[in-house]
T-cell receptor, first 114, second 117 residues
Framework: AQSVTQPDIHITVSEGASLELRCNYSYGATPYLFWYVQSPGQGLQLLLKYFSGDTLVQGIKGFEAEFKRSQSSFNLRKPSVHWSDAAEYFC????????????FGSGTRLLVRP | GAVVSQHPSRVICKSGTSVKIECRSLDFQATTMFWYRQFPKKSLMLMAT?????????EQGVEKDKFLINHASLTLSTLTVTSAHPEDSSFYIC?????????????FGPGTRLLVL
């Protein structure tokens, strides 16, 4: 069965420091992979996606993620975190049928120290 | 990006009553909407897929008689929690997919927090 694991419940980084949020997936084929950010009072916003091709994908707000098939991972990175990046981050797998269903990980809450 | 709204943003109700949550796509017509439930410190769990003009498709383990979904128009889907109990208290999120695109055109509402006393 498809699943997504985000091993870190919370991560705290200092403003200006680099960030890496971990995501591992279980899927029978090359998956469609996504990272979303959830801020209070706002809907989940798509940061970036991977479907195929270049395994390093760029997203909005300076985020990037790298697909590593050998590790079944799709970690999210940002070289310099801003205080406004504090939020909940979700990794997701998209089912490769016609349903467009998303399977989400449990999320990682990012706290940013001033 | 496209906007999806939910109403109400939060609701408190008594045990045994029914609560309706609305999900609207404001600037596109959504043939498909999804309803999720989010528990504290847990992922979003897909409850059902709502297709305009047809019955919703429920995920395994979701009681369709308890969580009634209606997708009567291309811009509105409703989730009714019938005979609500305290264990139904949760954060409910909808998303709407713009059929003009793929996964990336699935837009999420801000969520509705339900508290059943």
């Amino acid at each position: 069965a498809q699943s997504v694991t985000q091993p870190d419940i919370h991560i705290t980084v200092s403003e200006g420091a680099s960030l890496e949020l971990r995501c591992n997936y279980s899927y029978g084929a090359t998956p469609y992979l996504f990272w979303y950010v959830q801020s209070p009072g706002q809907g989940l916003q798509l940061l970036l996606k991977y479907f195929s091709g270049d395994t390093l994908v760029q997203g909005i707000k300076g985020f990037e993620a790298e697909f590593k098939r050998s590790q079944s991972s799709f970690n999210l990175r940002k070289p310099s975190v801003h205080w406004s990046d504090a939020a909940e981050y979700f990794c997701a797998v998209g089912l490769m049928d016609s349903s467009y269903k998303l399977i989400f990980g449990s999320g990682t809450r990012l706290l940013v120290r001033p | 990006g496209a906007v999806v709204s939910q109403h109400p943003s939060r609701v408190i109700c008594k045990s045994g009553t029914s609560v309706k949550i609305e999900c609207r796509s404001l600037d596109f017509q959504a043939t498909t909407m999804f309803w999720y439930r989010q528990f504290p410190k847990k992922s979003l769990m897909l409850m059902a897929t709502s297709n305009e003009g047809s019955k919703a498709t429920y995920e395994q383990g979701v009681e369709k008689d308890k969580f009634l979904i209606n997708h009567a128009s291309l811009t509105l889907s409703t989730l009714t929690v019938t005979s609500a109990h305290p264990e139904d208290s949760s954060f409910y999120i909808c998303s709407a997919r713009d059929p003009a695109g793929g996964f990336e055109t699935q837009y999420f509402g801000p969520g509705t927090r339900l508290l059943v006393l």
